[in-house]
């Protein structure tokens, strides 16, 4: 399993963000995939979750109605978009291979989020 994370950098509070994760050594189209986040001196928090298909899709109550995850099976990857973004959106953002609670060795390396004015 191999997932590499891009897009993230610093943006003002508002500003919006695309993240994107590659996605390789597995087939993509079969799995669930999740958005992770993690902020200093905290634990993750799950982000969303979308079905293998792309129409099964859940978000945490802190960014519904802000962030926009999705989905390309034919490119292998998977996006977050993030509009209106605070400055408690700051975290390393993670995408992983599986639900939420799949072993952190499905998780990529993760892209650095920092929303500040």
């Known amino acids: 399993v191999q997932l590499v994370e891009s897009g993230g950098g610093m943006v003002q509070p508002g500003g919006s963000l695309r993240l994107s994760c590659a996605a390789s050594g597995f087939t993509f189209r079969y799995w669930r995939m999740t958005w992770v986040r993690q902020a200093p001196g905290k634990g993750p928090e799950w982000v969303s979750t979308?079905?293998?298909?792309?129409?099964?899709?859940v978000y945490a109550d802190s960014v519904k109605g802000r962030f926009t995850i999705s989905r390309d099976n034919a490119k292998n990857t998977l996006y977050l978009q993030m509009d209106s973004l605070k400055p408690e959106d700051s975290a390393l953002y993670y995408c992983?291979?599986?639900?939420?609670?799949?072993?952190?060795?499905?998780w990529g390396q993760g892209t650095q989020v920092t929303v500040s004015s």
């Open positions: 979308i079905d293998s298909g792309g129409d099964g899709i």
């Open positions: 992983a291979k599986g639900p939420w609670g799949t072993s952190r060795e499905n």
